[in-house]
C-alpha cells in the first residue's frame, strides 16, 4: 500500500527547503502580501462562536483585536495547522508511540477515520481487533486508562485522518502488556514499534524474546521536545494547549489562562516524572540537559504511601488537598518570631521542610492530610527553586511544566505559579500544557512516521 | 592571632564600621560595671563573662571564654555569680537534661583581646530556651551588666522573653554575618594547632578515604553552605563582602523530622546509628532501574538515583525495607538535594572551593563523604568540597567577636 515517491525539493527565495506541494517544513509559509492589513492572527483560539479567546500572545499584552493591525512577523500569531505533507510514504497501521516510564507507560495510538471499504476488506484481523477494543474502551485490564478528555479529533498525519488515543498504565503491569502483545501475534503485523523513555532499554530484550517485537528505540528527551512542539503546533481540538495562571497568589482570583507558544525559544523545560530533568532548549533541534534532582514524582509518592499510607496518586493527592503544611514545617517566624528582613525571607516562608516533626508533641498532633500536604509542598517547592536556579542561570524566563506528577495536580501548579513569580519579582513565568505527561509517547509517534520517511 | 588591645579612637571607628555593616546599636559597657570586672584602669579591657550565643531553629550555641590569668586582685574584686557561673561552666560536660559542651572542640590557651583562656562550645536544644532564660533571671545574670550578644532566629525571637524574664538585654547580630565572622576567625588561630579546615581524599572508596588538612590561608572566594535546621548558601569574596546565593528547605531539620516520622526515632543521634546500617539502595530508584542500565546519552549511571523513595510506591517494596533503610535513604536524598543546589550554585558563581558547615555535619561523616564524593564526581573534579572541626558553632563565635569588637569603655 505505500507509494514511496521521492519529494521534490527546491530552493524557495528565502533559502528554505521547498517541497512539491509548496510547505516549508510542513509549516504553510508566511502571507506574502501584508498590505491588505488581514492577519490571521490570533485565530486560533476562539470560543464556539468564532469569536476570539483572549490570551497571551509572545508574552504581549495586545487586545486580539489590536493585533490585527499588527503585520510584524514576530507579533503575529500564525496557524500553524499541519497540513496534509501528501507524502505516501507512512508506515503500515498500526501506529503506536511509546513512552515507558520509571512508573507510567504512556502510550499514544492513532485510529484512522478515514478508512475505506477497500482497505477494511484487506485489514487483517488483529488489526482490526486491536482497534476496536482501544477505541471501545476506557480502561483495560485492572489499571489501563484512556484519557477521553485529551484526545485530539480530526487529526491528519500523514495524509490521513483520524484521532488521537491516549492510554496510560503503570510500568509494574509491563509484563502483562507484552504477554498480550504476543497473544495477540502483534508481530505478524510486521509494524516498527516505537518506544522511548527508561524501559525502552530496560524491557527491550523482553520484547524481543516474548513477543518477538523489535523496539525503535528513541531517546526521552528528543521525543519530549518533538512531541510538545507537535502538540502545541496542532492545538487541543481548537483549545489552547499551553496556558498559565493569573494572580496565582490568590486562591480567590487565580484562574488559567492560555498561553501562546508560537515563539518558544529559549524555554526552560522542566520535566516531572518519578524524577526531574531540565532542560534549556534554544530550537526544535537545539537543547540541553541542564541538570536534573531524583526528588521527583516518584518521591512524593513514595513518601506519601509511607507517611499516611494511602496507595495511590490520586489518594494521596486527596489528602493533601485538605492538609496543612504549616502545622508540619517549621517556618521562618518559628525561628525568628518575623521576617527574616535582612535577607528578604518573610516569617511565612518555609525555613525547615518537616522542621516540627523533630519535636514528639508536634507529631502527635498532626494529620495524615497534614503529612500529605507537607510532602507535597516540599517536593514541589524544591523542583521550583531548582528550576529557578536554572532559569537565572541559562538567562530564560518562561519555565514550562510538564510530566505526570502534575497530572490532577492544581496545587502543585498553582505552587509553581506562584513561587516562580514571587522570588523572581514577576521575572520569570511558569507554563503548563494540558497534555502534561505524553509529549514523550507522541514524540516516539512522530519518529515513526520520520523514520519511515526517510526510508 | 588576637586583636590587639586598641586605643579608643580606633575601638569607635570600627564600631562605626560595624554599624555600617548593618550591625544593630551597641550596647556600652559602662566604665563602673568594667571596674566591677576587675578592668585595670587605662588599658582596653571588656567586662566578664564574654559569651556568644546563637540561636537557631533547633539548637543554641553558646560560647564562653573562659580567662585562666586572672590576677590574685581580679578575682578578689570578682562578683559572686561571675565566679559561679565559671565554675559552673567549667567543671561540668553537662548542663540540665539537655545542654552539652563539647570538651573536644576547646580552644586551649587562647588569647582574646589581652585576654588567655580557653574557649568552651556548648549547645542545648532552643525547646529549651525558656529554662535557660530561666537560669539567667535567677542567677542574676543582668547585674553583671554585661552584653549579650547574640545571633540567629532566636535572638529576634526570645528577645522580649530575655527582657521580660531576666530583664537582659540582647545585641542582636545577623546570623550570616556571624557565620563568616567565626569562620575566618577560628581557622586563623588553629584548631589547638591542628588543621580546622579539611577534605576528604578518595572519597569514592570507603578503604582509602581520609581526612586531610586543607589550608584556608586565601579563602576567597568560597561558597559556604550552612547547613542547619534549613540551609544558607553564601558567595563569600572577601571578609566583608559576601552575598546569600539563595537556601533550601530541605535541611538538617527535614532529615531529622521525617526520620523521626518513618522510623520512630527521637534524637539525631539515633536517626544517624540508623543510618549507617541501612541500604538506601533498596527504598530509592535508581537509573538502572528504569533503564536496566546507565543512561549513557547524559552521563547518568546506572546506580546514580532517578527518583529517591521511587521504589516506595510498591506496597511489596515497602514491606522489604527496615527502618534503617528508610533512615539511609533519608539521609542520602537530604544530602545528594543540598550537594546538587550548592554545585549549581559553585558553577553560576565561578567558585570552586565548597565549604559545609552546620550541624547536621556534626558526628555525620556519612553525609561530609557523600557530599565529597558528589562534589568531586559530578563536577569531574573541578569543585572540592571542604569542611571545619567547630561545625556549627561560627555564628556564636562571631557573637563573641562582635562583644569584643565593639564594645565601648
Not at chain 1, 530552493?11 to 492577519?39: D, R, V
Not at chain 1, 502543585?412 to 509529549?439: I, N, P, R, T, V
Request: proline share 4%; charged share 25%; net charge neutral.
Amino acid at each position: 500500500m505505500d507509494r514511496k515517491t521521492p519529494p521534490i525539493e527546491r530552493a524557495a527565495e528565502n533559502g528554505a527547503a521547498l517541497y512539491a506541494n509548496g510547505l516549508q517544513n510542513g509549516f504553510l509559509p508566511l502571507p506574502s502580501s501584508q498590505s491588505n492589513g488581514t492577519s490571521n492572527c490570533c485565530s486560533r483560539y476562539r470560543d464556539n462562536d468564532g469569536a476570539p479567546l483572549p490570551h497571551d500572545c509572545s508574552g504581549s499584552n495586545l487586545h486580539p483585536s489590536e493585533m490585527q493591525n499588527h503585520t510584524s512577523p514576530s507579533r503575529k500569531c500564525r496557524g500553524r495547522r499541519r497540513i496534509d505533507s501528501g507524502k505516501k510514504n507512512r508506515p503500515p497501521f498500526p501506529w503506536f508511540g511509546m513512552d515507558i516510564g520509571g512508573t507510567l507507560v504512556k502510550l499514544v495510538y492513532f485510529e484512522p477515520k478515514d478508512i475505506t471499504a477497500e482497505e477494511e476488506q484487506e485489514e487483517v484481523e488483529n488489526l482490526k481487533s486491536i482497534r476496536k477494543y482501544l477505541t471501545s474502551n476506557i480502561a483495560y485490564g485492572k489499571t489501563g486508562i484512556r484519557d477521553v478528555h485529551l484526545e485530539l479529533k480530526n487529526l491528519t498525519i500523514c495524509g490521513r485522518k483520524g484521532n488521537l488515543h491516549f492510554i496510560r498504565f503503570p510500568t509494574q503491569a509491563m509484563p502483562r502488556f507484552i504477554q498480550m502483545g504476543r497473544d495477540k501475534n502483534f508481530s505478524s503485523l510486521h509494524t516498527t514499534l516505537c518506544a522511548t523513555g527508561g524501559g525502552a532499554y530496560k524491557f527491550e530484550e523482553e520484547f524481543r524474546m516474548m513477543a518477538n517485537l523489535r523496539l525503535h528505540k528513541v531517546d526521552e528527551l528528543d521525543a519530549l521536545i518533538q512531541g510538545l512542539l507537535y502538540v502545541d503546533s496542532v492545538g487541543y481540538n481548537g483549545l489552547p494547549e499551553c496556558y498559565c495562571f493569573e494572580n496565582a497568589a490568590d486562591p480567590e482570583r487565580c484562574v488559567k489562562k492560555p498561553y501562546c507558544l508560537d515563539n518558544p525559544y529559549p524555554m526552560l523545560l522542566v520535566n516531572i516524572g518519578s524524577g526531574v530533568s531540565i532542560l534549556a532548549v534554544y530550537s526544535k533541534d537545539n537543547f540541553k540537559r541542564v541538570t536534573g534532582t531524583s526528588l521527583g514524582g516518584g518521591t512524593f509518592l513514595g513518601l506519601c504511601c509511607l507517611l499516611t499510607g494511602c496507595e495511590t496518586f490520586e489518594e494521596a493527592l486527596e489528602m493533601a488537598a485538605k492538609g496543612d503544611s504549616t502545622n508540619v514545617d517549621k517556618l521562618v517566624k518559628d525561628i525568628y518570631g518575623g521576617d527574616y528582613e535582612r535577607f528578604n525571607l518573610r516569617g511565612s516562608a518555609v525555613a525547615s521542610s518537616f522542621g516540627h516533626m523533630m519535636s514528639k508533641e508536634k507529631r502527635d498532633s498532626i494529620s495524615k492530610e497534614d503529612l500529605a500536604r507537607a510532602t507535597l509542598v516540599t517536593i514541589t517547592n524544591n523542583i521550583g527553586s531548582i528550576a529557578r536556579m536554572c532559569a537565572l542561570n541559562e538567562k530564560i524566563d518562561r519555565v514550562v511544566f510538564v510530566g505526570n506528577f502534575l497530572r490532577i495536580n492544581m496545587v502543585s501548579m498553582k505552587l509553581l505559579a506562584y513561587a516562580m513569580d514571587f522570588w523572581s519579582k514577576g521575572q520569570l513565568k511558569a507554563l503548563f500544557l494540558e497534555h502534561e505527561g505524553y509529549f514523550g509517547a507522541v514524540g516516539a509517534l512522530l519518529e515513526l512516521l520520520k523514520i519511515t520517511d526517510d526510508q | 592571632c588576637c586583636r590587639p588591645c586598641v586605643s579608643p579612637g580606633a575601638a569607635a571607628a570600627r564600631a562605626r564600621q560595624s554599624s555600617r555593616l548593618g550591625v544593630s546599636s551597641t550596647v556600652k559597657v559602662t566604665k563602673y560595671s568594667a571596674v566591677l570586672a576587675g578592668m585595670v584602669y587605662g588599658k582596653k579591657k571588656y567586662a566578664f563573662p564574654w559569651f556568644g550565643m546563637d540561636i537557631g531553629g533547633t539548637l543554641v550555641k553558646l560560647v564562653y571564654f573562659e580567662p585562666k590569668d586572672i590576677t590574685v586582685e581580679e578575682e578578689q574584686e570578682e562578683v559572686e555569680n561571675l565566679k559561679n557561673i565559671r565554675k559552673y561552666l567549667t567543671l561540668n560536660v553537662a548542663y540540665g537534661s539537655s545542654g552539652i559542651r563539647d570538651v573536644h572542640l576547646e580552644l586551649k590557651d587562647l588569647t582574646l583581646c589581652g585576654r588567655k583562656g580557653n574557649l568552651h562550645f556548648i549547645r542545648f536544644p532552643t525547646q529549651d530556651m525558656p529554662a535557660f532564660i530561666q537560669m539567667g533571671g535567677d542567677k542574676h545574670f543582668a547585674t553583671l551588666h554585661t552584653t549579650l550578644c547574640a545571633t540567629g532566629g532566636g535572638a529576634h525571637k526570645f528577645e522580649p522573653d530575655f527582657q521580660t524574664m531576666a530583664h537582659l538585654r540582647l545585641r542582636k547580630l545577623d546570623e550570616l554575618d556571624c557565620l563568616i565572622k567565626g569562620v575566618l576567625y577560628i581557622d586563623s588561630v588553629s584548631f589547638n594547632g591542628h588543621s580546622e579546615c579539611y577534605y576528604f581524599e578518595n572519597a569514592s572508596d570507603p578503604e582509602k578515604c581520609q581526612k586531610m588538612p586543607y589550608n584556608l590561608e586565601n579563602p576567597y572566594p568560597l561558597l559556604l553552605v550552612n547547613i542547619g535546621s534549613g540551609v544558607s548558601i553564601l558567595a563569600v569574596y572577601s571578609k566583608d563582602n559576601y552575598k546569600r546565593v539563595t537556601g533550601t528547605s530541605l535541611g538538617g531539620g527535614t532529615f531529622l523530622g521525617l526520620c523521626c516520622l518513618l522510623t520512630g526515632c527521637s534524637t539525631f543521634e539515633e536517626a544517624l546509628e540508623m543510618a549507617s546500617h541501612g541500604d538506601s539502595t533498596k527504598v530509592d530508584k535508581l537509573v538502572k532501574d528504569i533503564y536496566g542500565g546507565d543512561y549513557e546519552r547524559f552521563g547518568l549511571p546506572g546506580w546514580a538515583v532517578a527518583s529517591s523513595f521511587g521504589s516506595m510506591i510498591c506496597k511489596e517494596k515497602r514491606d522489604s525495607v527496615s527502618k534503617e533503610d528508610l533512615a539511609r535513604a533519608t539521609l542520602v536524598t537530604i544530602t545528594n538535594n543540598i550537594g546538587s543546589i550548592a554545585r549549581m550554585c559553585a558553577l553560576n558563581e565561578n567558585i570552586t572551593r565548597v565549604v559545609f558547615v552546620g550541624n547536621f555535619l556534626r558526628v555525620n561523616t556519612l553525609s561530609m563523604k557523600l557530599l565529597a564524593y558528589a562534589m568531586d564526581y559530578w563536577s569531574k573534579g573541578q569543585l572540592k568540597a571542604l569542611f571545619l572541626e567547630h561545625e556549627g558553632y561560627f555564628g556564636a563565635v562571631g557573637a563573641l567577636l562582635e562583644l569584643l569588637d565593639s564594645a565601648e569603655p
